[in-house]
């Protein structure tokens, strides 16, 4: 199955893609520059790049937790980056109203994981004409994922993503088990690896924590095993960002994966074609 968007074609058979951004929209400059360097390296490494950043954390674990900026102003910083650097975008909803508003705007309307199974919501997703990301729940097995993408298909969309970002092991922790990619390859969509949100330690002490050293490894291993794309939550000063602060990659680290990433696709779909 090939998934286009935009001009970019979203394929387990065909070049990488990446979709990453800052985790959510904290001001213009940040959002605005972060694009900005994010594209002049894909430019760089030939590789085809779906912008994300969130307008609104609703999942926070504390009420004390940045959520994000009013929605019109947030809304209206996306669109800038759509606009003034030619990018598709990709943002997550909670609400089906939300999804109103939001499809106006964005390439990518994103289900997150812990929705993913708010049989409404997938619906009105689907109903959009948009494609769907669909980041699989930490609570979910990877084959129930093809009642997820049925879901969107009887809207008469077929335009899915299938996203991986770590299993619930025990309290606080989460596991990638990398059967899960060829697990939901099967379901014949694209699928996706978010190795950032994978290296997450969720709540701690009223935050979500990480080990972002694990990002570069977990990148790598799932490129390997031959996947649609990579999807990373990328700030140029992680330790300052005002969500997910230790599991976002570092900008300045982002060219050298990548490269890696690249060589690494290369070589398994080319053994694949051959």
């Known amino acids: 199955m090939i998934v286009e968007v935009n001009n970019i074609k979203i394929s387990n058979h065909l070049p990488l893609v990446l979709i990453a951004g800052p985790c959510v929209i904290e001001n213009e400059y940040i959002t605005l520059y972060t694009a900005e360097k994010i594209k002049s390296i894909t430019e760089k490494l030939d ?33 800038k ?4 650097f030619s990018l598709p975008v990709l943002t997550d909803v909670h609400t089906e109203q939300e999804i109103g508003i939001v499809s106006n705007i964005v390439d990518v309307i994103q289900i997150p994981a812990f929705l993913c199974r708010q049989t409404d919501l997938l619906l009105a997703a689907g109903k959009t004409g948009k494609a769907v990301n669909v980041k699989k729940g930490q ?3 990877p084959f129930d994922m093809k009642y997820v993408a049925e879901k ?19 309290y606080h922790n989460l596991v990638v088990d990398m059967r899960s990619l060829e697990i939901m390859k099967d379901i014949d969509y694209p699928v996706i690896m978010d190795a ?10 009223g935050v979500s924590g990480g080990e972002r050293k694990f990002i570069s490894t977990l990148a790598k291993a799932s490129v390997s095993v031959g ?15 005002l969500s997910d602060a230790a599991s976002q990659l570092p900008l300045n680290q982002l060219e050298s994966l990548l490269r890696t990433v690249k060589h690494i696709d290369e070589i398994i779909k080319n053994e694949k074609r051959n």
Do not use: M
């Open 196 to 205: 950032t949100h994978a290296v997450q330690i969720p709540s701690q002490g």
């Open 227 to 241: 996947i649609a794309g990579l999807f990373l939550e990328v700030h140029p000063e992680p330790d300052k960002a």
């Open 139 to 141: 609570f979910l097995a």
């Open 81 to 84: 980056v759509k606009n003034d």
């Open 152 to 170: 969107i298909e009887s809207t008469g969309n077929k335009k899915i993503l299938l996203t991986e970002r770590g299993t619930t092991f025990g």
């Open 47 to 79: 590789i085809n790049y779906i912008f994300k950043s969130s307008y609104k954390k609703a999942n926070r674990t504390s009420l004390r937790s940045f959520t994000g900026l009013p929605l019109d102003e947030a809304l209206k910083i996306l669109e």
